[in-house]
C-alpha cells in the first residue's frame, strides 16, 4: 500500500503551469495542472537534452520542453512522434483540494538520474564501427 505525501494545494499549482518538488537525492519532480484541473508529475527532465519541463508550456495533457520544443505526454511522460523517449513519471493523487505523490517513489524512483548537459553525446555511448577485418 502507497503512502501518500502532501505537496501543495491544487490551487498552488498555476493553470497550464508547473510547481517543482525537490527531493534529497536525483533529480526534481514536476507536479503540472492543465486546464482540466488534471494533475501530473514528471521527472523535471527532459529526455532530450535534460531541459526542465517545470520551466514548459503546459496544452491539454502535454509539455512542451523550453530547451527544444519537444513535446511529452504528461500522461505517461513519453514524447511525442517523430520523437522519441520517456522521462519518468510518478504516481499523484488529488484529495480535497490537496496534491499527493507517492513517498516511495519520491525517494526511490529515478534516483540515479542526473540532469545532461546539453550538447552532443558522450563518446562513450556512441556506436564504434570496427576497421578490423575478420
Known sequence: MSEW??????????VLGARRVARPAGV???VFRNA????????DRCPHKGGPL??????GTSV???LHNWTLGLDDGCAKSPDEGCTPKFAVKVEG???????GELATHAIDLERPVAGPKPFATMAILST???
Open 97 to 103: 483540494g490537496v496534491v499527493h505523490l507517492d513517498a
Open 64 to 66: 512542451a520542453c523550453p
Open 28 to 30: 526534481d519532480v514536476a
Open 36 to 43: 482540466e484541473d488534471q494533475v501530473f508529475a514528471l521527472l
Open 54 to 59: 517545470s520551466q514548459g508550456i503546459v496544452f
Open 132 to 134: 578490423e577485418e575478420s
Open 5 to 14: 505525501k502532501a505537496i501543495c494545494r491544487i490551487d498552488d499549482i498555476p
